[in-house]
């Protein structure tokens, strides 16, 4: 169960970080906010490809199963930046979203 809550920070800190660098060059291009918001933008985009080297499986497991807590994460976001109330309908996809990502994550492993 640790495994699972240090990897579900892990995912969570890893979207976050790319969430932020997507988000503020659309703050740049969209809303023509400051084009110095492009450096930090860069260096979250670099944590955030950082952070998917941490990650304990094959690349292509992790970014499946990362996939899921970034859908509840761009939620959040919408939430709780953007000030957008998820419908209920968000919630339920974010759900089966997590769901997809546990089944992926939490899969019985062949003893070494």
Do not use: K, N
């Not at 969430?19 to 084009?35: D, H, M």
């Not at 990650?55 to 939620?75: D, E």
């Amino acid at each position: 169960m640790l495994d699972f809550l240090r990897l579900s920070a892990l995912f969570i800190v890893t979207a976050l970080a790319e969430i932020v660098g997507c988000y503020l060059p659309w703050l740049v291009l969209v809303q023509g906010r400051s084009a110095w918001l492009l450096l930090p933008a860069a260096l979250a985009l670099a944590l955030f490809a950082w952070l998917l080297t941490l990650h304990p499986t094959a690349a292509g497991r992790t970014y499946a199963a990362y996939g899921g807590v970034y859908v509840v994460m761009a939620l959040l976001w919408l939430w709780r930046v953007d000030g957008i109330v998820p419908t209920r309908w968000d919630l339920l996809g974010g759900a089966i979203c997590l769901l997809g990502m546990a089944l992926i994550a939490l899969q019985p492993r062949p003893a070494a």
